[in-house]
């Protein structure tokens, strides 16, 4: 087997008409980015690194919505509700029962509340024959409720456990995600924690990917386009939105988890309509039916964001929205799918111009 045939078996479960980078020329880019992420730490320090991987937890909870409303169709403000649910999980477990292996179970722990949380919201829902916007109103209206409820648990009747929920101050002195047990265990900080982030949101993109490629994919994408003819087909659309949409809630939990582990902290104001609009913004503007869309604009505007909050400015939040209408007007598909059309022109026009040359006669 050629090495040109074993790298195109490597990647073909990745490739497919739902995704943006099917080529060799994009796996080798996106493999020299990916080594430049991961020596990003070594080159600008751990502080840096520290810094950066709020970005990578951000693009994890940007492609739980990525999935859910690009692939299947289904405008959810309630990503941030999952999000919210599993880092305040976290925070108690790890709290209550302190130890390197309490804090390691307490992920899949927590990713485990989001799922349920994502499931049974997503049951009513579907199977209550709700659909369009009012799923968008109600995933706004269970994220409200819960930043409603969370920001008046101060005092010491709201405690779970030895832990106070702490109302608007919410739970400090959350540990670092921990594995290992006893002296082998090894908590994730700084540049480790960076790390650790990059290959969770590298896994989280490629089995997205996988899945939106493959057969499953297929009837999300169909649902999405005509929910009544994919029925039709024999499809089961309900079960086909119940699932994505759970599937999306753990995304969204297991970024609540690294968000919290990164922070140490947890509070309801990521319960709050700013927060739950952001991931809406990061969507659109990098393209709702992209994952690498996603993910790019993710970590731009985060970093774009957190520049223009770093130097004082009181306009990040306008400056962002800004961005989300000429989005919106002038690029409506998103950005990285606009830079892919406009990549495939140039290259039709070059290979036109070069057949007419070779063709012209002597």
Partial sequence: MGLGTFFDRLVEPFEGPNTIGNSRPFWIGFAIVLVGLFGYPIGFGAYAASSAALYLVYAILALSLSVVWGYTGILSFGQVAFFGVAGYSFGLISLNLSSALTTMLALPAAVLLATVAAFVLGYFMFYGDVRDVYVTILTLVVTLVLNTFMAQTAGSKWTVGTIQLGGFNGIPAIPNLTFGVGGTAIALDDAMFYWFTLVVLLVVYLGLRALVNGRFGY??????????????????????????????????????????????????????????????????????????????????????????????????????????????????????????????AARNRFQTTGDSVEGTPE
């Fill in 219 to 344: 009837a999300m994408v169909a649902a999405r386009e005509d929910e009544d003819r994919t029925a039709m087909l024999g499809y089961d659309v309900r079960r086909i939105k119940l699932l994505v949409f759970a599937l999306g809630g753990a995304i969204a939990g297991l970024s609540g988890v690294l968000y919290a582990s990164w922070g140490n902290y947890i509070s309801p104001t990521i319960f709050g309509i700013t927060f739950a609009s952001i991931p809406v913004v990061w969507v659109t503007v990098g393209g709702r039916r992209s994952l690498l869309g996603a993910v790019v604009a993710t970590v731009g505007l985060e970093w774009f964001r957190q520049q223009l909050s770093a130097s004082g400015s009181q306009y990040a939040m306008i400056v962002v929205g800004v961005i989300l209408l000429v989005a919106i007007l002038f690029i409506p598909e998103g950005i990285v799918p606009r830079v892919k059309n406009i990549v495939l």
